[in-house]
Every structure is written in C-alpha cells, then in structure tokens.
C-alpha cells in the first residue's frame, strides 16, 4: 500500500505562491498519473489538477487554470503543485492522490492525509 505526504502548506495572503509536494512512498510511483485535489469546509472534494506518469499531459480545475501548475519528478517519487496568485477562495485542504487519468474521486485510489492552505484578504 502507498503511502503518500503532503507538505508546503501555510498562511500567505492573496497574491502570493506556494509549492506543495507530495512524496510517495512506493518507487512505482513513477507509473501512476497524480492529482490533486482540495476541500473547503462544508464543500465537497473538487479536482484541482492530474499528471501523466511521464508528464507528457496535465489537466487543470476551471478555478485554477492560468495560476497553478503540476509537476512531477518521478526519480524523487515526488509530485508537486506550483500555485501562484492565490486568491481567499483557494482556502482549502489539499490532498494528492495516485490513480487514473481523470477528475473525479473515483479515478484515484490511494490518497495522502492532505495540507493545509490558508489565504487571507
């Protein structure tokens, strides 16, 4: 069973960037697509972004397109989220996962406990 971590979330206001990174534990990683995702209180989970196992293909949430980016180095068994222009409505849990392509919960079975990302006005 793989593991995964989360890390790099904090307090910044608006307008600033942070990197989150997800470390997995099982070195197959590299041949899992990668996602992230993120939950606000009282909100269901909703698909931020997903990579290819070779980084050929990235998809993006409509909320987030043109300010985050996905990343992978599969030699790390790391995956990292690049969010710049941070509004208050990305205040959010995020959570990576590993699966298959796709924006749904569903597509992805094996989920990290997830970091906090805080945006103040």
């Known amino acids: 069973q793989v593991q995964l971590v989360e890390s790099g979330g904090g307090l910044v206001q608006a307008g600033a960037s942070l990197r989150l990174s997800c470390l997995a534990s099982r070195r197959t990683f590299s041949r899992d697509v990668m996602g992230w995702f993120r939950q606000a209180p009282g909100k269901e989970r909703e698909f931020v972004a997903a990579?290819?196992?070779?980084?050929?293909?990235?998809i993006y949430g409509d909320s987030v397109k043109g300010r985050f980016t996905i990343s992978r180095d599969n030699a790390k068994s790391t995956g990292y989220l690049q969010m710049n222009s941070l509004k208050p409505e990305d205040t959010a849990v995020y959570f990576c996962?590993?699966?298959?392509?796709?924006?749904?919960?569903?597509?992805?079975?094996?989920w990290g406990q997830g970091t906090q990302v805080t945006v103040s006005s």
């Open positions: 996962a590993l699966g298959t392509f796709g924006t749904q919960v569903s597509d992805f079975r094996s």
């Open positions: 990579i290819t196992w070779n980084g050929a293909m990235a």
